[in-house]
Each structure stands twice: as C-alpha cells, then as structure tokens.
C-alpha cells in the first residue's frame, strides 16, 4: 500500500459497479472528486447477484483485516431482478430471498467497524425495447422488466429503513430525468454518463446529508499535501505561488 494512508471507499456490487469506470462511468468521476481526499477501491463483478455476493463476504470485507473501510457502496439486485429461467439456472433470486441476502451483507458489513458507513444502491429501471434489440444469440431469453426492477428496488429501500442503511433509490432517481430511456443506458441496462452523473449526484446528496463524524462529503474532508510550496506555479504579482491543491476548474461539473 503506498502512504500516506486515506479513507478507503470501496465500490462493492455487481456490473453496474465493475463498469463504473467505463463510459464517463460514476466510479470515475468519484475517483476525480475525491483525489486528494480518500481511495476509491472497486469491487465490482460482472453478471453477479446476491447469493454470490454473501459468498465472499469475508474474502472482500474480512473483519480482522488491519484497516477497514471508511464507507462501502453497495449494489446489487439487476441480475436478482431478472426473470427466472425454466432450467433454474441462471442469476435470478427470488424477491425474499434477495431481501434476506442483502440484510446478511449490510450486517455484515456494519459489524466491520464502528466508523465504517455504507450506503445501498437500489436497482435501476431499464430500458426495456433497447435490452430486447441488444440481446445477444448467447443468451437464452432475457427476462428484464421495470415492473421486476421496481418490486426490487423498493424491497431493498423498505430493508434499509429497517437496518438503518442510508439507500440512494436509483429507480426513481433515473426515471425523473424526461429522456432517461435514450440517454442513461449503453445497452438498456448498464450506465452510460448520463445515468452515472444522475448515481453521483444522489451518492454525494447523501454523503452531504448524513450526520456522519467525520463527514465524508467530498468538501469537508483534508487534501492531502495541501500546504503552500514555493514549487507551485508563479503568480501574476511574480512574488507569490498559487496553490492548486484545491482547484476543480478542470471539471465538466462542478459537483456539490
């Protein structure tokens, strides 16, 4: 591990997450957010749902482990939300179930650490027409539907009231964007930038609202090596520096 540590925060789900770094993706954009300030770790893992998610908790988050992390993000439920498969094979996980195992990981995950927060993604909408004309002849019928992502979506947010998870609700957050159908998706399922930018604004309203010592909000948090130099760039008077530890002009959006 190379120093000076920083806050770890570990993106932990399925292709949603491994992909969040393509396509402008919002694991990215965490990641420009947060330089200075904390590691964005991922954990992501295309096609997986939450049976194979319980599976490895320990091996991902082990609660003996030196330093844990500072905050989890989690998402899981698109692959548990498809349609079942007549052979029983395949990524579908019966809705109680899914409840049952997302519980397993937010316990686990609060009992890592007192300092430890997290934060559950729920399922997406998709783009129903774009995910039938995309389907590849490898796949046997895949079974998406919004009326699946929403019973999913709203069963997982109903699991972190009880559990006391803060939840961001992708499902609606999405669908309030009035052309989310052609701008959110590559393929109808995964982000493109568009819907990213939509998860980062929701993630970072609740890091901003949370009543959290210390805040992880981006904007409360030390850069690190933040102090004057006479190596940064001359300023105009030919007599100073100016720092730059702290600009963002670079960016596209000028996040909160």
Not at 16 to 35: E, T
Request: glycine residues 8%; negative net charge.
């Amino acid at each position: 591990m190379v120093g000076p540590g920083r806050p770890q925060f570990v993106l932990f789900g399925s292709s949603i997450v491994q992909l969040s770094y393509s396509n402008g993706g919002w694991g990215a954009i965490l990641s420009d957010v947060y330089a200075r300030k904390a590691d964005i770790v991922l954990r992501g893992y295309y096609g997986w749902n939450s049976r194979r998610a319980i599976e490895v908790l320990d091996q991902v988050f082990p609660k003996d482990a030196a330093v844990q992390p500072s905050l989890i993000i989690v998402y899981f439920g698109g692959n548990d939300s498809m349609g079942p498969h007549s052979s029983g094979l395949g990524p579908h996980v019966p809705l109680h179930e899914y409840v049952e195992n997302m519980r397993t990981i937010g316990e686990h995950l609060k009992s890592l650490s007192d300092s430890t927060r997290i934060i559950f993604l729920s399922c997406p909408p998709v783009n129903e027409d774009k995910v039938r004309q995309t389907s590849s002849e490898f796949f046997s019928e895949l079974v998406r539907t919004n009326e699946l992502c929403q019973m999913y979506s709203e069963a997982c947010l109903k699991l972190c009231k009880e559990i006391g998870v803060p939840a961001v609700d992708l499902f609606s957050a999405i669908r309030r964007r009035p052309d989310w159908l052609n701008t959110c998706f590559t393929d109808g399922v995964h982000l493109a930038a568009e819907g990213s930018k939509v998860v980062v604004e929701e993630i970072l309203k609740v890091l901003k609202e949370a009543e959290w010592e210390p805040s992880l909000h981006w904007k409360s948090m030390p850069t690190e090596f933040a102090e004057d130099s006479p190596y940064d760039l001359v300023a105009a008077d030919g007599k100073t520096t100016l720092n730059p530890s702290e600009w963002t002009f670079h960016r596209a959006i000028q996040w909160d």
